[in-house]
């Protein structure tokens, strides 16, 4: 997740797969129950002007906590939301101009940009 300057890359592992660039960042959940559903996220737009928007491909559950990270490793916002229709909006409008990193939480899943 960026903002103007978008870090470019990706990241994959048997357990995880993080992609990231200036179109799109797309993550697979770290899930942390023991069903083996997967389940992917899409975070867009990228970079984010306003709102940013978290799409899952399936249903995580009612609450979700957004973390959100400076270049450095720094915790500069969380949230928690109700995603709806699978969505989950936070404005981040207040972010200065940067590289972000973000996680999202719930009580069965882990997404990561």
């Not at 995880?16 to 660039?21: D, E, F, S, T």
Request: proline letters at 4%.
């Amino acid at each position: 997740m960026g903002q103007v300057n978008a870090a470019v890359g990706n990241f994959k592992n048997p357990k995880l797969i993080v992609g990231q660039g200036y179109i799109q960042s797309f993550g697979i959940a770290k899930k942390t129950s023991t069903s083996k559903e997967v389940v992917s996220m899409l975070m867009y737009p990228n970079p984010v002007t306003d709102s940013a928007n978290f799409q899952f491909s399936s249903d995580i559950g009612t609450t979700a906590t957004l973390y959100v990270f400076d270049s450095r490793g720094r915790l500069v916002f969380n949230q928690q939301g109700e995603p709806k229709q699978n969505i989950l909006t936070h404005d981040l409008s207040l972010l200065s101009e940067g590289v972000y990193f973000a996680t999202i939480e719930t009580s069965n899943y882990t997404f990561s940009t």
